[in-house]
């Protein structure tokens, strides 16, 4: 019987592999080795062809023999360390592609799939420089440059990476992905317009991009263009119902609309909880058989200039250290004069911005926190996919979001009587509510808040009393419109000034004023004003307005504490959720419950007599300040203490006392 001749069968193997057909060209090659055991082309391309059929081990194999062969091959090296990181090898991997560049430092592949393992590896400086060596090997290469600004975005932020992102998209104008990053880019820096454009041109060039849909719902988002965001996200969810992303989103919005309820809103939590729970993980219990102290980790993308860093910093700076060693993980791509100050009250920081999933996972696996603390919630940057995998013994959550997470392995939710009333509130949340303190804020007023000024009626030249909300315009629903159309209606002469993100743009001051006249609400009795460049100008704008108007049903926290310190009353509507209930706690605090209304007509009621004796505007300002100093809310160092018997009494109701 006539031998098959292996130099044929070779050449038969490469014409089917160029072809793309993997699997004949994969039983020839295997084929010549058991002839030519010697044969380094039908190991190289035979472990190539392993790797393109997705038996990354066997190709790994394969690859390794192949380079024993020929050790001079750097293509054969690369593609060795291509199929490790496949496996998730990363360690192998990175020194295969090393030995590729030692031996031909301009092969792009290499410097691609290197960039690749250091971003799998979270070190995202080195991923950065070697996909910025390989865009500038290869210029014509779109996705290499897209690749360049998505990794600036990650390890600087969108506001460094955004001119690197808009010149990619004006040089690759028929590269989806491009425009794609750069209309995320755009949504995150509040420029949800162009952002919409940059993200229809994705979708147009590439129909089914859903990471430009999840995109193109944070634009809407961003635009307060509420209902069609929800129908945005609910459509990545559609093809990806595990997206974390667009689960968190939805449910966000979700918090912004009067017509859900809180029933409809717990069962949209619990679904996010369906779809990322991890039963049966557990976090592990750090050595504790030694008295120490309990080691306390916070995770937050918001531990720098941030609303959530101004009620968190009082906390740790009063946090008894012989009881709690304080942990920071910091996972946003910014790093200020507050992550400063934030790491002097840890005993260790972690910046975690960019990271892998997995990333971040081992390294708090590896820390053993016993006690993990969720600041976020469903907004922004979150890691809940990660808190359901189980990090640590206890998992917490408190300020960022005004609801439940929805997590059955988040164990404590911190809050109070008034914000979630006993027997109220309580099967709205998969986690056990924590009433640990007369309110669960602690506020700490910026260093460079401007002294109190009279309120603005009060001027001879006064022609009427102004209203204001410096509230996120996403909270204002047509039903907050339309009682400030009742309130402006029954006060001759008043006015309301907003201020928001965006609301010096012509097409957002379009949007809003329609939708206030839409709600009866008069367009030429408002004024509108965007963002102020620091707080300190933020603050001083409070002297335009005589009374503050707090939004329904997403009531705002930091807006209502910058209201009270710079003089201005604020009036409530109460809720039967937690977040229709912060003003409650909070306006209870500053020793002022008048302020709040349990109905809408109380509402404008309160709201018109407030507006009707300026006398009474004018003392109540002078005096606001100090009833803050004497409350709860800058009891710094009572509500440290509050909050440390908090931890102990989760950690003790744990199991773990």
């Known amino acids: 019987m006539r031998q098959p001749n292996p130099k044929l069968q070779l050449q038969q193997a490469v014409t089917h592999h160029q072809a793309g057909r993997f699997e004949p060209a994969y039983r020839l090659y295997a084929q010549v080795r058991r002839t030519v055991p010697s044969a380094f082309d039908a190991w190289h391309l035979g472990g190539l062809a392993a790797h393109q059929l997705g038996r990354h081990a066997e190709a790994a194999t394969l690859l390794a023999r192949a380079l024993k062969l020929m050790p001079g091959s750097a293509l054969c090296a690369m593609r060795l360390g291509a199929a490790q990181l496949a ?24 410097w691609e799939h290197l960039s690749l393992v250091q971003h799998r590896r979270g070190v995202l400086g080195a991923a950065l420089d070697a996909a910025t060596t390989a865009a500038h090997l290869r210029p014509e290469q779109a996705a290499l440059h897209e690749r360049v600004g998505a990794l600036t975005a990650e390890r600087h932020g969108f506001a460094a990476a955004l001119p690197l992102l808009q010149t990619t998209a004006q040089r690759f104008p028929a ?42 719902g944070l634009a809407l988002q961003e635009a307060c263009r509420l209902p069609e965001a929800v129908a945005a996200y609910e459509a990545v969810l559609a093809r990806d119902p595990a997206n974390a992303e667009a689960g968190s989103a939805r449910l966000l919005c979700l918090n912004y609309t009067e017509e859900v309820s809180a029933a409809d809103l717990k069962a949209a939590h ?99 926190p016993d006690v993990l603390v969720d600041l976020a919630g469903h907004t922004g940057i979150n ?50 509510l924590v009433r640990f303190a007369p309110t669960a804020w602690c506020y700490q007023p910026p260093a460079d808040a401007p002294p109190v000024s009279p309120p603005p009626c009060l001027a ?37 000034l907003l201020k928001g993100h965006g609301l010096d ?41 005589d ?45 002022h419950p008048e302020w709040i209304a349990e109905t809408e007509n109380d509402y404008i009621g309160i709201a018109t007599a407030l507006a009707g004796d300026r006398i009474r505007l004018g003392v109540l300002s002078a005096g606001l300040r100090d009833g803050l100093r004497a409350g709860p809310l800058l009891d710094h160092a009572g509500q440290a203490r509050r909050f440390g018997e908090a931890l102990r009494t989760c950690w003790a109701a744990a199991g773990h006392a």
């Open 383 to 432: 890691r809940l996919p990660l808190f359901a995998r189980r990090l640590a013994p206890l998992q917490i959550t408190y300020l960022g979001y005004p609801n439940t997470t929805g997590l059955a392995a988040m164990d404590c939710r911190l809050t109070d009587a008034l914000a979630d009333p006993e027997g109220l509130t309580d099967p709205f949340y998969s986690e056990r």
């Open 270 to 368: 619990d679904a996010f909880g369906r779809a990322h729970d991890q039963p049966g993980r557990a976090g592990r219990v750090s050595d504790r058989t030694a008295p120490r102290p309990l080691r306390v980790a916070f995770l937050s993308p918001d531990l720098r200039r941030h609303a959530v860093a101004a009620f968190l910093e009082p906390l740790l700076a009063h946090l008894d250290r012989a009881e709690f060693e304080v942990w920071l993980y910091h996972d946003h791509p910014v790093m200020d004069e507050v992550s400063a100050r934030l790491q002097t009250h840890a005993a260790r920081w972690h910046h975690l911005a960019g990271l892998p999933p997995a990333v971040v996972e081992a390294a708090i696996r590896r820390d053993a």
């Open 175 to 216: 590269h989806a992905a491009a425009w794609k990053n750069l209309g995320i880019a755009l949504a995150t820096l509040h420029q949800p317009e162009e952002a919409l454009l940059a993200l229809d041109r994705a979708l147009t060039l590439e129909p089914g991009l859903l990471a430009a849909q999840l995109g193109r």
């Open 460 to 496: 001879e030249s006064s022609t009427g009393v102004t209203f204001g909300s410096f509230n996120n315009p996403a909270k204002l629903s047509p039903g907050t419109l339309r009682r400030w159309a009742a309130i402006l209606a029954a006060v001759p002469g008043s006015r309301l």
């Open 547 to 591: 009374v503050a108007l707090d939004p329904y049903p997403y009531h705002g926290t930091t807006t209502t504490c910058e209201a009270l310190w710079m003089g201005r009353p604020v009036v409530t509507l109460a809720g039967r959720e937690h977040r229709s209930r912060v003003g409650v706690s909070l306006l209870t605090a500053a020793g």
């Open 87 to 110: 496996l998730g090898e990363l360690e192998p991997a990175e020194s295969s592609l090393r030995r590729a560049l030692e031996l031909d430092p301009a092969m792009v592949e290499a």
């Open 505 to 545: 743009t012509a097409g957002r001051r379009s949007e809003l004023l329609t939708r206030c006249a839409a709600q009866s609400l008069d367009p030429a009795r408002i004024d509108l004003i965007g963002r102020t460049p620091g707080t300190s100008a933020h603050l001083e704008l409070y002297r335009r307005i």
